[in-house]
Structure formats: structure tokens, C-alpha cells
Antibody, heavy 118, light 107 residues
């Protein structure tokens, strides 16, 4: 059974950093691209970043470029999202999801809440 | 960036009704469009891939179609468990973009 379990969320002050993790199991992690998708309170879904299966390629939405870094450790089957210079508008539930080319975002974690507030 | 416009933003229907949700793309994306069902407090659930292909485990009352740059998610006979928010996603190019969502409620 495919499982994606996020961790690392919580309350953080504006301008500070936070790192999210996503532990994957039930599939060969190193064969799949992975992504982060977020949902701000009362808002819709928003794609954040994607990383290729081997980590050689990364893609970001403009609003997080230069502040967020997506990475992975295939030997640990873990996906990361390093978030720096956090802003109030980054407040959201962050979901880890599998980014299959033909069937994108086919599995999702339960999500982790990040609140950016002083 | 490719914009996806979902319509209506909200709607109400009765049990057993045939319901269609629409997603219009600002640029050509071929069939690289998927649909997700999102219930509060749960992760999104994939419903349709490649515009018309049913995702694993999705009931056959759901279907997807395309007419040019307009994409539809249709529920042939609405059940109470179907009432929630639906999003479309284009995966033709980066940045990936979601539509704004359609909230489906019971009348």
C-alpha cells in the first residue's frame, strides 16, 4: 500500500525557515517524480514544486522561487521542502504527492499545516 | 501561465441528477487535464486523468470529456457522497495549475 506521511509543520514567524519531510513507502520511491501541493485556508489547491525521480530537475511556482527548495533522499525514501523567508501567504496545508507523468498526483499524504504568523 | 477557469464556482443539485462541471483552459493543453475530488479534512482524490480516463476505484457514474479547450466532469446520477469540491489540473506544462474549484451541494 502506498503511503505518504508528511511531518515538520507548525507555527513559524515571518522571515524564518521551516523544513517539511514526506516519508514514502509501498512503492519504489526512486522511480517516481514527487511534488508538493498546498491549500491556504479557504482557498483552492496550488501546486508548489516538483522534483524528478533522480533529483536532477526541479520546478517551482514563481511565488516560491528562490525561497523554497524541493529535494529528495532516495535511499531514505523521503521528500523534503525547505522553506526560507516565510511569508504570511505561505500559510497553508502542504501535501506531498506522487507526480507520475501519465497519472499526476495519484497518491497524496494527509497534509501538514504550516502557519506563518508573529 | 496556463489558466484554468472552472464553472460554475458552486452549484446545487438533487440526488439522482445528472451533473456536469466545466473547466476551460486559456491555452491548448491537449488531453493533459485531470480532475480531483476534495473533501474537507482529507487529501484530494484523483477522479479522471488524461481528460477522459477514470482513475482506479472511481465509480462508473463519473466520466470526463473534452470539446476543444473545454473539459467536463460528469456525474450521471448524483449521490450524497459526491457533494464536495472538485478541481481540475493541467499537467501539460509548468507551472502546473489548478482551476479555482467547483463546490457541489445537495439541493
Amino acid at each position: 500500500e502506498v503511503q505518504l506521511v508528511e511531518s515538520g509543520g507548525g507555527l513559524v514567524q515571518p522571515g524564518r525557515s521551516m523544513k517539511l519531510s514526506c516519508a514514502a513507502s509501498g512503492f519504489t520511491f526512486s522511480n517516481y517524480a514527487m511534488a508538493w501541493v498546498r491549500q491556504a485556508p479557504t482557498k483552492g489547491l496550488e501546486w508548489v514544486a516538483t522534483i524528478s525521480f533522480d533529483g536532477s530537475s526541479t520546478y517551482y511556482r514563481d511565488s516560491v522561487k528562490g525561497r523554497f527548495t524541493i529535494s529528495r533522499h532516495n535511499a531514505k525514501s523521503t521528500l523534503y521542502l525547505q522553506m526560507n523567508s516565510l511569508r504570511s501567504e505561505d500559510t497553508a496545508t502542504y501535501y506531498c504527492t506522487r507526480g507520475v507523468v501519465t497519472t499526476p498526483f495519484d497518491y497524496w499524504g494527509q497534509g501538514v499545516m504550516v502557519t506563518v504568523s508573529s | 501561465d496556463i489558466q484554468l477557469t472552472q464553472s460554475p464556482s458552486s452549484m446545487s443539485a438533487s440526488l439522482g441528477d445528472r451533473v456536469s462541471l466545466t473547466c476551460q483552459s486559456s491555452q491548448g493543453i491537449g488531453n493533459y487535464l485531470s480532475w480531483y475530488q476534495h473533501k474537507p479534512g482529507k487529501p484530494p482524490k484523483p477522479m479522471i486523468y488524461y481528460a477522459t480516463n477514470l482513475a482506479d476505484g472511481v465509480p462508473s457514474r463519473f466520466s470526463g470529456s473534452r470539446s476543444g479547450s473545454d473539459y467536463s466532469l460528469t456525474i450521471s446520477s448524483l449521490e450524497s457522497e459526491d457533494t464536495t469540491i472538485y478541481y481540475c489540473l493541467q499537467y501539460d506544462e509548468y507551472p502546473r495549475t489548478f482551476g479555482g474549484g467547483t463546490k457541489l451541494e445537495l439541493k
